[in-house]
């Protein structure tokens, strides 16, 4: 009996250290500017040797991202969605890596290029990516941002077990 309690008691402490460097892996950035909320975001340690492998075997790699802008409230509020994605395909013949960008499942970007740090940086790095009007915020109310990001192809995790890295940024709406 009391093995089953210090397994289950040490399953629970992996499991939040899990969670614990799943938030310190991706850095938030929510801004309101012209009336707009915008949020920049950055994964830390996402580009790793498994999704270079991925990427230079011609597999389509794509980094999923899920954002939301939510109120805190006794139940929270969900005030914006979007998803984004940021796609690899490398052409082993020409050595080029194509890159595209969607919101929504439209296409906002796309590029062609054969330098890794722009890759990279591609992938994980996203700059002023529009939420929301701020007409949509109470002032002087705490907002959050979550955003949960994924990688496909799936054979192996952005941080080792999670098959997701999930991090949130709070701010406070004055006009």
């Known amino acids: 009996m009391s093995r089953r309690i210090f397994l289950c008691g040490a399953a629970v402490i992996v499991a939040l250290g899990v969670i614990g460097r799943a938030a310190e892996s991706v850095r938030i950035t929510p801004i309101t500017h012209d009336q707009k909320v915008f949020v920049s975001f950055e994964l830390n ?26 109120m805190e409230a006794w139940v929270d509020r969900t005030i914006a969605t979007t998803v984004v994605n940021a796609s690899d395909q490398y052409d082993n013949l020409t050595r080029q890596h194509r890159l595209t960008r969607t919101i929504d499942g439209r296409v906002e970007d796309a590029t062609v290029t054969d330098d890794e740090a722009v890759v990279r940086s591609w ?53």
């Open 45 to 70: 340690d996402a580009y790793t040797d498994a999704i270079r492998e991925s990427i230079s075997s011609g597999l389509r790699t794509t980094f999923s991202y899920d954002v939301a802008l939510r």
């Open 123 to 175: 992938l994980t790095t996203w700059k002023r990516l529009p939420l929301c009007d701020t007409s949509k915020l109470d002032a002087t109310r705490d907002y959050y941002v979550r955003i949960s990001a994924r990688a496909r192809p799936s054979s192996s995790s952005l941080i080792g077990w999670a098959t997701a890295i999930t991090g949130q940024a709070k701010f406070t709406f004055i006009p």
